[in-house]
Every structure is written in C-alpha cells, then in structure tokens.
C-alpha cells in the first residue's frame, strides 16, 4: 500500500473570475517551487488560464513539478459573454462543476501517474470540501478577498437573525454599527456584501458564500492573503473558527509574479513626476464606474491638477468627456493596463483612486499608498471602511459616488495636507509590518512552511 507521503500530487481548483485565479496561481509557483518531489496541477478554464499566460511568461519557466490544465467552463461554443453581467460566466462555469474538475483531475492522474492527494481550491469552491471528503484527501481553501468580509460570511446566521435579512433596499438601519460582532464592530450594516443581509439572498454568489461559510472549519487549513497582525481581532477569530488559519500574504510580496513588459511606458512616465504627486487610478479587471461618475472623475482629475496615471480599458476610453485627453495630456497619462504593483511601489505615486479589490487594497499597503475608495461590489465596501476607518489609510467618498468636487477635495487632502502626511505613514507603517511578515523568520514565511507541509502530507 502506498503511504500517502510517498508521492503527493496536490490538485489546485481555481475560480476563473476576475482576479480571483492568479493568487491562487502564485501560490501553486511558490508551492511547486518550495516542494520539488511533489506534483502540483492547477485546474483553470482556458480563458482565465490564458489571462495568467501573460503574466506567468514574465515570470519566467514555471517549476516543473507544476502543471497547469484547462477546464470546461460550461460556455457554449460561440457564445460570447454579455459585457455588463460578470456573473454569467460563473453561472454557467458552476452549471458544469464539479463534473469539469472530476474530469480533467483524472487526466492529471493518469499522465503522471500519481493519485490526487490533496484538494486546494478557491475558498468560493465549496464543493472542493466534498470532493475532497469522498476522495480521502485534506482539503485546504484559499480566501483571495478581504479577510473582514470573510468574517462577516462566516457570522451570516447570526447578522440575519439579529438584523433580520431579504429586504431588498438598502433600509434605515443601514447606518447601525454591527456592534454584536466585536471584530466587525467599526462596520456598518450598509458595509455588508450584498446577499448577507439585503439585496438578493438567493443568489448564486450569495448561496455559495453562504454554504461555503459552513464548509470552511471542516478545511484541514485556511489559507489567506493577508498577514498575521494586520488585524488582530481577526487573527483571533480565525484562529478559533478555523482547523488552522494560515495567513500567508500579501502574496505579491511572498511569491511575487515580475510584472509583464510595461508596454503604455508607464514606469518612465512615473520617473518623470515629483515624489508622492501622482494620483494612480484603477478599478480592477471586473467592474468600471458607470458613464456618469466616469466623466465625474475626469472632471475632478481636471479640476485637481494632480498628475495622474489612469488604467482605463480601451471599450471605456470613448465615455470620457470631449477634449479631456487633449486638455490633460501634459500631466496625465491614460493607459489601457499598467504595471500596478511597481507603479503602488513607484516613489511618485501618492496617491490610488481604487474600487478596493483585495488585491488592490494589499499592493497599495505594500508600496504604503495611501487610498481614495470608491467600492463597487461583494467585499469592496467592507475593504473600503477598513482602509478609511480601521487603517485611517485612506478617504471615502460622502454618499459614496464619485463627484467632481468630491475627487478633488480627496485628491487635495490625501496628496496635499498634513492629514494626507500621516496617512502616508500609517500606510507606510503597514508596509514595514508587511515587509516583516513575508522576511526572514516572518510569520507568513512561518505559515507558508506549514502550509507546504499540510498540503504535501510532510
Ligand atoms: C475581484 O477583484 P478585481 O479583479 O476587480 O480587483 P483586485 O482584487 O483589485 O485585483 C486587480 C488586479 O489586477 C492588477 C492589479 C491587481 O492584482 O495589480 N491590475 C494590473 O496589474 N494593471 C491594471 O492596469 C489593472 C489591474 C473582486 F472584484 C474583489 O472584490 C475581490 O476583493 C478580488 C479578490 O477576491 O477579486
């Protein structure tokens, strides 16, 4: 009989959407790397598994141990994905889970001659925990987002049952602080992802974040992009509602991924700007202000005068207002991608207009910029008020949305006043710590040790 540390092949199931699957991927590198005589394969659809291509080729041969598959994804041949609902593609991608990883898992098998022997998976994957159970093997989730709103997953019964829950506006007590959770205590009702308390219960998202929450203490280990200390009330619940909490971030500084070619010639633009004077802009890869607050934020760069480097997918460049490249050419530049992480870490940004995406949030920490938070979606304004109010590294908008007025009076205070001086360093603060976690003897370097041995079976 084989011992299960013989050969281990750990199977890596990810989420294709969104930033969601390149964590995962980095983690899958820097486990491959730290464990040679283990097999690794990452299970991806083609599509997101091409978006991580690019990137990955920058990053040089992946580790030999590490093979990476595509999955079917439940899309119909032709079918082309409407642009405005991000979460068709997930629909149809669950439609054929797990059938599609239980498939592709038994090739990976079968071509390298090693039984599965442990399931990683996006924590999102919930149906990992029973695969994994009818298989025998440890099961062991990856959280990308936020580590507050996964705690506010986890606590869902009880918000429900004390706030009451399936109203479908936004009611009055959306301003109540959620004072019954310690840990969440400097949240707000409103705060909440959507499907917790209000907006749609029966969603997909929302039931799969619901069943997950269940799932997650059954995992062997929970592994999360963020360090130990950032936020101690929550290392604790972790701690005790985990198996093994394993906070192994911020992943772009454990296992950093280069940053492809900078085609836009951004990095030499950002050599050209004074310190801590430019306004770096991005909403990520899933969602784009609507048109109005799109030429609201024109106008407030404009009106600011700040220099700014703005990541602007081409489709939305036509929606900026008439003459606003032409006006503001000499002292910003609008790119269609940029290289994020070396520009959060470029001396001359002082400042990010973000929609809080998780991995957002934790470049900009690591290059300790301050943020100026417009959150969309799911844990966005979670990490939005813990940026504003639990960091105080960074401003929200009054009302939420982006105005003229509004981005440029944030812009003026976070690059401009003594106020926006002590948010730099309070991020900068939390740049040495995370810096300290991911060193030598860090408590991340400690957790992903012990996450190399869960998952290799050592
Ligand atoms: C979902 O987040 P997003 O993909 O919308 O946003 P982020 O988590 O902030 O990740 C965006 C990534 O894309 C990179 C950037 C981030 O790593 O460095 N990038 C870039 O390199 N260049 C660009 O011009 C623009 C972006 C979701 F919407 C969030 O709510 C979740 O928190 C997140 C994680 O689960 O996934």
């Known amino acids: 009989e084989r011992r299960r540390h013989d050969a281990p092949h750990v199977a890596l199931l990810a989420f294709p959407l969104g930033t969601h699957a390149a964590p995962l991927f980095s983690l899958a590198r820097a486990l491959a790397a730290a464990a040679p005589g283990a097999a690794f394969s ?3 659809s083609a599509r997101s598994n091409a978006s991580l291509a690019r990137f990955a080729a920058a990053a040089g041969p992946a580790p030999d141990n590490l093979r990476v598959y595509d999955v079917t994804d439940g899309c ?10 991000p ?30 022997s442990c399931l990683v998976s996006d924590a999102f994957l919930w149906i990992a925990a029973e695969m994994a159970e009818e298989m025998g093997v440890p099961w062991v989730p990856l959280w990308t987002g936020g580590p507050a709103s996964l705690a506010a997953h986890l606590y869902t019964d009880l918000l429900r049952l004390t706030i009451g829950a399936g109203k479908q506006a936004i009611p009055a007590w959306a301003d109540e602080h959620l004072n019954f959770v310690p840990a969440l205590s400097y949240l707000r009702v409103r705060d909440l992802p959507e499907g917790v308390v209000f907006s749609n219960l029966n969603s997909e998202f929302s039931r799969l974040l619901h069943r997950m929450a269940d799932e997650l203490p059954r995992a062997a280990a929970v592994a999360l992009n963020t360090f130990a200390g950032l936020d101690p009330a929550l290392d604790a619940e972790f701690s005790a509602q985990f198996n093994t909490s394993l906070p192994v971030g911020p992943l772009n500084l454990l296992a950093p991924i280069p940053a492809g070619p900078d085609r836009h010639a951004c990095l030499p633009w950002l050599d050209s700007q004074a310190p801590a004077s430019v306004a770096y802009v991005s909403f990520g890869t899933v969602i784009s202000p609507p048109p109005p607050e799109l030429a609201e934020l024109a106008a407030g760069l404009e009106a600011s005068g ?24 000499s002292w910003g530049l609008v790119v269609p991608w940029a290289p994020q992480v070396d520009a959060l870490g470029h001396v001359a940004v002082g400042a990010f ?19 100026v938070c417009r959150p969309f979606l799911g844990d966005q304004r979670i990490n939005a008020r813990v940026v504003s109010h639990l960091w105080e590294v960074g401003v929200e908008f009054d009302g939420g949305a982006l105005t003229c007025g509004g981005v440029k009076e944030a812009l003026d205070l976070v690059l ?10 309070r991020a900068g603060e939390l740049r040495k710590k995370a810096v300290r976690a991911v060193g030598p003897g860090g408590s991340s370097v400690q957790n992903f040790k012990a996450l190399v041995g869960i998952v290799t079976g050592n």
């Open 353 to 371: 207009v973000t929609h809080c995406g998780w991995n957002s949030v934790v470049e900009s920490l690591a290059g300790g910029v301050p943020m």
């Open 76 to 85: 119909p041949t032709g079918y082309e994905l409407p642009a405005d609902d």
């Open 306 to 329: 700040a220099p700014f480097l703005w990541s602007l997918k081409d489709e939305w460049r036509a929606r900026l207002p008439a003459g606003f490249l032409d006006r503001t050419g």
């Open 87 to 116: 979460e068709e593609e997930v629909r149809l991608f669950l439609g054929v889970t797990p059938g599609n990883f239980r498939a592709t898992m038994a090739t990976a098998e079968d071509s390298g001659g090693r039984k599965v």
């Open 42 to 44: 990452f299970l991806n």
């Open 416 to 425: 401009r006043t003594d106020e926006g001086k002590r948010m730099r360093e």
